[in-house]
């Protein structure tokens, strides 16, 4: 098996805070990017996305910030409940498709009662 | 509705067996990808198919992997012969191409532990 693995960063928020999940990403030619969540145990699953014409997208408790100029990308979460304890992924890619996602390394979000 | 479904959930063989891995995506997409997750490297993609046809497998790692799309309902990604190193969480995922959305459907992967 593996001796070294990535360490992942954590973040640790109470509950009923906002959390803010930051993500660098590489490629200046991507014009798409997509927020997934994965609980332990299950595949990742899809939040929010956004294309690069735009700088900002608000879901359902959540927001998208984009940053081109410093390939910055950030998951703001409202009121964070237990259920978003989760690892969260950025992922990068072009022209609004599935296909050749480079999906980050992830940021472990722990939620305290 | 069903999701993307991925069998074994979990297999441990020995060094040098064959692995089989088995996934039937979500009725109407008709995209498929298989990822692999390690501590190591994070999710890497290893191959896509687009309307059963491989589009990319510039990431399958050496001649000892192979995947499969016989048809619109079924895939197959296989390790012959295996070695510790393969032992991850292999995720298949789908998604409908012509939707202009990067969303991927992720199946609960397939934990493999090769001894």
């Known amino acids: 098996g593996e001796s070294v693995g990535l360490h992942l960063p954590t973040l640790s928020v109470q509950e009923g805070d906002n959390s803010i999940i930051n993500c660098a990403y590489s490629?200046?030619?991507?014009?798409?990017f997509i927020w997934y969540k994965q609980e332990s145990g299950k595949g990742p699953q899809f939040i929010i996305d956004i294309r690069s014409n735009m700088d900002k997208r608000q879901g359902q408790r959540v927001t998208v910030l984009l940053n081109k100029t410093v390939k910055h990308l950030s998951l703001q979460i409202a009121a964070t409940q237990p259920g978003d304890s989760a690892v969260y992924f950025c992922?990068?890619?072009?022209?609004?498709?599935?296909?050749?996602?480079?999906f980050g390394t992830g940021t472990r979000l722990q939620v305290t009662l | 509705d069903a999701g993307v479904i991925q069998s074994p959930r979990h297999e441990v063989t020995e060094m040098g067996q064959e692995v089989t891995l088995r996934c039937k995506p979500i009725?109407?997409?008709?995209?498929l990808f298989w990822y692999r997750q390690t501590m190591m490297r994070g999710l890497e993609l290893l191959i896509y198919?687009?309307?059963?046809?491989?589009?990319?497998d510039s990431g399958m790692p050496e001649d000892r992997f192979s995947a499969k799309m016989p048809n619109a309902s079924f895939s197959t990604l296989k390790i012959q012969p295996s070695e510790p190193r393969d032992s991850a969480v292999y995720f298949c995922?789908?998604?409908?191409?012509?939707?202009?959305?990067?969303?991927?459907?992720f199946g609960e992967g397939s934990r493999l532990t090769v001894l």
């Open positions: 992922a990068e890619g072009y022209t609004g498709t599935a296909s050749k996602l480079t």
């Open positions: 995922a789908s998604s409908h191409s012509d939707r202009g959305t990067g969303e991927l459907f």
């Open positions: 009725s109407g997409h008709n995209s």
């Open positions: 490629n200046s030619a991507s014009d798409y």
């Open positions: 198919f687009n309307n059963n046809v491989p589009i990319d």
